[in-house]
């Protein structure tokens, strides 16, 4: 038996297609053309989505690379940064050490140690022996210090032995500084120094109690005293008990 379905199925495109020749009779000679404008007509509005969609998946990609880019550098750099800080480090040390070996320094102060003997209480009179002398270094005016307190100066000196003046001994005389003015004071077997100037040109000078009173040796400023007042006069007062424990001898070159 016939199906009647397809019967009448093939039946409707015969309709349609003879329909198609009648109403366009040009169709046939151009139905290649009129299948190219259609599906171009159809493919543009698709192409253009497709094209913008591709466009932003590459960008969107592009920016993903960039940002892995970045994050490796930003490690790269840290990584360069904490080498620089340790490349810093070593070379510091070699810094210090040209500075040491190649700058110039302040001559550091060459002092020998002693030890009183004799009069350690200087009953007798103001000067004492100490246990070295011209073998050691010590020479004639070398001061002898307890820290950077001038406790004296050498007087004599043997092979083995040298003799020292001390401050407060009025054998003793020195040049000092105060306020930048030179002075000139003397012992006077007290424990105090007197100043070798007329009164008016002491006058002159402001002193202040308790100013430092300082005696210039090459490279190095020793304390004498400090200034104080003896009936309105100013006077360099010292210890009262030298510190004769502690001993040492500044050598000049």
Do not use: W
């Amino acid at each position: 038996m016939i199906n009647n379905k397809k019967v009448f199925l093939i039946y409707i495109v015969f309709f349609f297609v003879f329909l198609t020749f009648i109403l366009f009779p040009k169709y046939g000679h151009n139905t290649k053309l009129y299948s190219y404008f259609i599906k171009e007509k159809l493919e543009k509005p698709f192409g253009f989505v497709g094209f913008k969609i591709n466009n932003f998946y590459s960008l969107f990609q592009s920016n993903k690379l960039h940002l892995k880019n970045i994050a490796q550098l930003k490690k790269e750099n840290e990584y360069l940064n904490n080498i620089n800080q340790y490349l810093k480090t070593v070379t510091s040390k070699y810094s210090d050490q040209y500075k040491i070996f190649h700058e110039d320094y302040p001559t550091i102060p060459i002092t020998i140690g002693v030890s009183a003997i004799g009069d350690r209480n200087l009953i007798l009179n103001k000067n004492f022996i100490i246990n070295k002398g011209k073998q050691s270094g010590i020479a004639i005016g070398n001061y002898v210090l307890d820290g950077l307190n001038v406790v004296g100066r050498v007087k004599s000196a043997t092979n083995n032995n040298a003799e020292v003046v001390t401050v407060i001994s009025n054998d003793y005389g020195d040049e000092v500084v105060i306020n930048n003015q030179l002075f000139i004071v003397t012992g006077t077997n007290n424990n105090y120094l007197s100043f070798l100037r007329q009164k008016n040109a002491i006058n002159e000078t402001n002193f202040k109690k308790n100013q430092k009173v300082i005696i210039k040796n090459e490279s190095v400023e020793l304390i004498l005293g400090r200034i104080d007042f003896i009936n309105k006069q100013p006077v360099v007062i010292t210890p009262k008990n030298l510190n004769l424990d502690n001993l040492r001898v500044l050598i000049n070159d």
